[in-house]
């Protein structure tokens, strides 16, 4: 079956440390996207990429990376300069059509102690 | 500016109807998503309007008036597993021909017996 995978779904990490998160999808979609959720917030897009070896900052990109090396992957690291990186991350990919609605991994909760 | 404004919290019946309301102000509209996210999981995709009217899938449906920056959510026959948030989006394009979705804060539902 195709779909969107994020792993883990729960993560833990000491202040400090730098953190990677991975996302994979076999929908063959063009577009990825990596959104943080926090309470009473609505979801904020960190990064996205449209195609292979590109991606753009989002709204809040400062303290986070991306590589987008193969269409499949769209990993995420959460370095120390993030000041406050405990939170729900997810995941997205869609096509680039008319009618582009994103599909969503199940989401990985990080927190840093 | 960009907003997006939805009612934080509401409360229905089991088998009754409730109407989730959206409204919007953006430049550069290209279609309105809602999307279902149960605590502690993925948001999933339930409709999409870029014209005006009415589009139905089953119990649910959702209206989009774009003169007026104003939609909605139409959930038919409320049973206990439609309590989550519901999430309006708005994709917007800017004179890049980026696309852009921008996120509300979401409409938590509780389906009460």
């Known amino acids: 079956d195709g779909g969107i995978t994020q792993s883990p779904k729960y993560l833990f990490r000491k202040e400090g440390q730098n953190v990677t998160l991975s996302c994979e999808q076999n929908?063959?979609?063009?577009?990825m996207y990596w959104y943080r959720q926090d309470p009473g917030q609505g979801l904020r897009l960190i990064y996205y990429?449209?195609?292979?070896?590109?991606?753009q900052k989002g709204d809040i990109a400062e303290g986070y990376s991306v590589s987008r090396e193969k269409k499949e992957s769209f990993p995420l690291t959460v370095t120390s300069a993030q000041k406050n990186p405990t939170a729900f991350y997810l995941c997205?990919?869609?096509?680039?059509?008319?009618?582009?609605?994103?599909?969503f991994g199940q989401g990985t909760r990080l927190t840093v102690v | 500016g960009q907003n997006i404004d939805q009612p934080t919290e509401m409360t229905a019946t089991e088998g009754a109807i409730v109407q989730i309301n959206c409204t919007y102000q953006?430049?550069?509209?290209?279609?309105l998503f809602w999307y279902q996210q149960h605590a502690g999981e993925a948001p999933t995709f339930l409709s999409y309007?870029?014209l005006d009217g009415l589009e139905e899938k089953g119990r649910f449906s959702s209206f989009l008036s774009r003169s007026k920056g104003y939609s909605y959510l139409l959930l038919k026959e409320l049973q206990m597993k439609d309590s989550a948030s519901y999430l309006c989006?708005?994709?917007?394009?800017?004179?890049?021909?980026?696309?852009?979705?921008?996120w509300g804060l979401g409409t938590s539902l509780a389906v009460n017996p």
């Open positions: 997205a990919s869609s096509k680039t059509g008319i009618r582009d609605e994103a599909f």
């Open positions: 929908l063959n979609h063009d577009a």
């Open positions: 990429s449209q195609i292979v070896n590109d991606f």
């Open positions: 953006t430049s550069g509209f290209n279609g």
């Open positions: 309007n870029v």
């Open positions: 989006a708005v994709r917007r394009i800017n004179a890049g021909n980026n696309r852009k979705l921008i």
